[in-house]
């Protein structure tokens, strides 16, 4: 203990306190008894005053600072993207451009569309096709894979965008981090991974909500009351609950407990893309006063940030046109998720305080060429790999990220930059996304975009969704 970081070069322990204490061996001569009692004394609490640093704790994990200078967490959730989807030709990333087809053979990844004729199943059983026992050869055997596109059949499943169909997401990720190896939380859809972005379980829930009635925009407590979604357990076991919960704890809550502040924006009730406002589904926040102080329409989003108003952690859903929801323009999704982060970025205080984590919800059946990793409920974890851009002043610059995440993952890095203890559940055991940050760097500018032309193909509706999400 007393060894190579002894405190002030003193001596060993023993020879030390027997020297202060009684002030025999080594007394300078003609020292009067008071001199030294107070020389005593003062040497006493010098070692005092050096040992303390010794026994401070320091919290375990931690990797910068308590000053970091994140004051701004923001959450954007945009719709059904794999990695390959966007990235799979990402200089230095670990993408595919080609895919192997159920008899083995290999071909090149499609070319995507700006948008798509309609939607590719994502649900549990599309992504049981795809994953295929490891194969990862399934996609085009999912519900609505091929499609006509300009009169021919094409395999839209195994498909991919380059880099001038989606410039803006690649300048984003080229100036700031791009994780590459970030998955999923749940091998399904929309639903449970958006419960997933705000708590760190979902309590196994593996799909979306429905009625007899159908699929209905309301996935939460105002849902109707034949409502049920599946859950699938560790155990195998199947059950069917109304999508109402109060079991387990969010972000929220936790953020509420300790006076930090917080807003969800979404699509008000009853709106298109309602169903993606996922407190909707936490009955102490939708049937509380908690419902009006922190969930706000989506449209007041960039207001807030340019008056500087953001609170400390805010989430960000829209409606399915501006969502990149396949069936959907990816420009007009595109465009408008340049608006909410430019809106941010020009204002220069907003700026210089804010981590932004951009992401999309389920891998929407597209390809993806790397095997998920199994997670403690092996029916439902972990889903394909999701694209996930880091947006900072404190990002590494330029930096692709091999760090394996989870969509959890970005409830820890709220947990670390704000010294908040763990939800409990699969954050606890998450990477923080930290690796992808310097916070000592000299901050990186503002990247403002301009919003692009969008092909004529993007006017019109929305393409029909198979299953809302």
Known sequence: MYGRGTPCGYPGRASRWSHFVHGSRGTPCGQSTKSIR????????????????????????????????????????????????????????????????PHGKIHPLNHQPDRLFSDIAHDHPAFLNAYDHGKMDGFSKIVGAIQYINGKKVDEADSQFYQSDIPNYWQYAQTFALP????????????????FTIAGEDDDVAGLPSSNQGLNIRWGCDAPKASRVKEIHPNGKVSHVFPCFSDFQTMGDLLSANNISWKYYAPGQDQNGYQYSTYDAIKDIRETQQWKQHVFDYTLFAKDAAAGKLPTVSWLVQPDAIS???????????????SQINAIMQNSALWQST???????????VYDHVVPPVGPNKYLEYGFRAPLILISPYTKPHYIDHTQYTFPSMLKFVETVLHLPSLGGLDK????????????????????????TCPKSSDGPVAHFLDQS
């Open 38 to 101: 107070i020389g005593s004394i003062l040497a006493i609490l010098l070692v005092l005053v050096c040992l303390v640093p010794i026994s401070i704790a320091r919290p375990a994990g931690a990797i910068f600072s308590t000053s970091n200078p994140i004051k701004h967490i923001v959450i954007m959730v945009k719709e059904n993207r794999s990695f390959d989807d966007l990235f799979g030709t990402f200089p230095g990333a670990n993408g595919a451009t080609t895919y192997k087809d």
């Open 180 to 195: 590459d190896n970030f998955f999923y939380a749940v091998r399904s859809d929309s639903f449970p991974n958006h419960l």
């Open 324 to 338: 990149d929801h396949p069936g959907a323009s990816m420009c007009a999704g595109e465009n408008w998720t340049v």
């Open 355 to 365: 981590a932004i984590l951009l992401t999309w919800d389920d891998f929407g059946g």
């Open 429 to 452: 055991s998450a990477n923080d996304l930290v690796h992808a940050f310097n916070f000592n760097q000299k901050p990186l500018s503002p990247l403002i975009l301009k919003q692009r």
